[in-house]
């Protein structure tokens, strides 16, 4: 079994267009949101702020006007966040293509090309839908882009586990290469859901979040939470062996020890009450590594800031850590980057690994009201100084889904 370890990292998300405006954001507990009213009308929705990325510019990133008129939004965030990961990895040009694969996870994929030619086939006929419509639209067309960009021709694919995705695609990148089948991945997530139709069906399940006030909107594990801020972007990381990466001087931010995934089994969209499976997810994770429940300490939740998501996360790190439970501090930095669904777990992913290595832990930004429900360290809105050993990161999806990868403080 082959070690791990990230060497790149990008990101384009609301609380920064790079990874180092997104951490720093993060660690000063400063989030972003704007008015849904700058994208469409709001007439018929109760949400009033979003956690968008505004004034995008796929040019900025090296992205011509005819390749992104190709692209829904969703994969350019992709393919600036790869750009990103891939110049601060550096050359892995000595590598075989066949042996570097891409992942990228996407809740929904193309939603903003859905909805246009959806409206263009009602109001001037199927003949009027893109040629590109299938292409631009389908999860699989971010990774997929990513690797013609780099020439990269491993395993390919999408992991599309709801608001998982980011965690499933980076930790199935991890066991490819642990177990050989790769050398190196791009893995990570993307999502671009500021979209009517996708905020319309949210909104009628009462998931997001309603209020006005932009300093007590994202507000995991607080008493006073109604629900998520609906986010976008992409995190991606670059994934390596360690000999590899050591070889040629990559710079290492941290190493991955351990992945777990399940399923809940249990409902179409609310997770089990008991964290049956959210807790089997980090079980399997500190498993892998053979790492004790005692040596964490950090979790970055999942935390969405709805009612029963932290609720049965907190129940599930209890009956995982015991006691210990109360002395290991977790943080949602969804609390400044809003829920960017499936780019979630690649944005949190980063964070996590830039907590390990700046000995930081990120707060939990706005957390004013103590939930009695929610009586863990969720280290409330100041950003706290720690070296951290051992870190986990939690995502759970609609469907059920659970996964949780672990990963260590790197050192020579």
């Known amino acids: 079994m082959r070690r791990v370890v990230i060497t790149g990292m990008g990101a384009v998300t609301p609380a920064g267009l790079s990874v180092d405006s ?13 008015p849904l009213s700058n994208y469409f009308d709001p007439k018929d929705v109760g949400v009033k702020l979003v956690s968008a990325i505004e004034d995008w510019d796929p040019a900025a990133f090296g992205i011509g006007k005819k390749d992104a008129r190709r692209m829904d939004r969703y994969c350019q965030f992709a393919l600036a966040a790869a750009k990103q ?93 642990k177990n050989n089948y790769l050398d190196a991945a791009l893995a990570g997530g993307a999502e671009a859901t500021i979209s009517l139709l996708p905020i319309a069906g949210f909104d009628n399940m009462k998931t997001l979040c309603t209020g006005e006030d932009p300093n007590r909107l994202s507000i995991p594990f607080d008493k006073e939470r109604g629900g998520f801020v609906i986010g976008e972007g992409s995190g991606i990381l670059v994934l390596e062996e360690l000999e590899h990466a050591k070889a040629r001087g990559a710079k290492i931010y941290a190493e991955v020890v351990g992945y777990g995934a399940t399923a809940d089994a249990y409902h179409m969209t609310s997770p089990d009450p008991e964290g049956k499976g959210t807790a089997k997810a980090m079980e399997f994770a500190l498993s892998e590594a053979g790492v004790a429940p005692e040596a964490v ?52 992913a980063i964070l996590t690994a830039k907590a390990l290595q700046e000995g930081i832990l990120p707060p939990t930004a706005n957390l004013e009201v103590p939930d009695e429900e929610c009586d863990l360290d969720y280290i409330p809105k100041m950003a706290r100084e720690k070296q951290a050993v051992y870190a986990l990161s939690n995502s759970l999806g609609f469907g059920g889904q659970n996964a949780a990868l672990l990963l260590k403080h790197w050192e020579e």
């Open 297 to 348: 300490d950090y979790i970055n939740a999942h935390g969405t800031s709805t009612h029963l998501n932290d609720l049965v996360e907190t129940a599930a790190i209890k009956r995982v850590f015991g006691e210990h439970a109360y002395r290991l501090a977790v943080s949602s930095t969804k609390s400044v980057t809003g829920h960017m669904l499936g780019a979630a777990g690649g944005v949190e």
């Open 85 to 177: 990961a891939m110049a601060d990895a550096g050359s892995l040009s000595d590598l075989d293509p066949y042996r570097v694969g891409v992942i990228i996870g996407s809740g929904i994929g193309g939603c903003d090309t859905i909805q246009e030619e959806h409206r263009k086939m009602l109001e001037k006929g199927p003949g009027k839908v893109s040629v590109f419509f299938v292409p631009m639209m389908i999860a699989n067309m971010a990774p997929g882009t990513v690797a013609m960009e780099f020439g990269y021709k491993g395993a390919n694919f999408a992991a599309v586990t709801a608001c998982a995705s980011g965690t499933t695609a980076i930790g199935e990148a991890f066991h490819a290469i």
């Open 22 to 34: 997104l951490w720093e954001s993060a660690r000063l507990g400063r989030p972003h949101f704007t």
